[in-house]
């Protein structure tokens, strides 16, 4: 039985916000937003697909930069409004070329490369 994708709980632009996170050192690399056929393309292709919300368009992560997500497995939280997706990372994850997006530390600004697990 496939999984329906339809069965998430999306915000009022039909949105789910996905938490994407490397398989083998559990580091969290990026969040982004996904629709009902974001989450349907990467099942299909077990390449991380977002929903780019500035350019109302499908994002294929790596399409262009080569940056890419394998998707390893990806997991519902209890309430079905949040998605995680672990993925084998080749790169960049963050668009400033960075390992991942989590990288200024909020109390003092300072840029961290590196995330404590």
């Avoid at 398989?23 to 299909?44: C, G, R």
């Avoid at 940056?67 to 963050?94: F, N, S």
Wanted: glycine share 6%; proline share 2%.
């Amino acid at each position: 039985m496939a999984f329906d994708p339809n069965t998430l709980k999306y915000n009022e632009q039909g949105l789910i916000p996905c938490i994407t996170q490397d398989a083998n050192t559990l580091e969290v690399l990026m969040m982004a937003w996904m629709n009902a056929n974001a989450v349907e393309k990467t099942i299909s292709t077990k390449k991380m697909t977002y929903w780019s919300r500035s350019r109302s368009e499908f994002w294929v992560k790596g399409e262009t930069s080569g940056h890419t997500q394998a998707l390893v497995e990806l997991r519902y939280d209890c309430d079905k409004d949040c998605l995680l997706a672990l993925v084998e990372q080749v790169g960049a994850a963050c668009h400033t070329g960075r390992r991942h997006c989590f990288y200024t530390d909020i109390t003092t600004g300072e840029e961290i490369e590196i995330l404590k697990l």
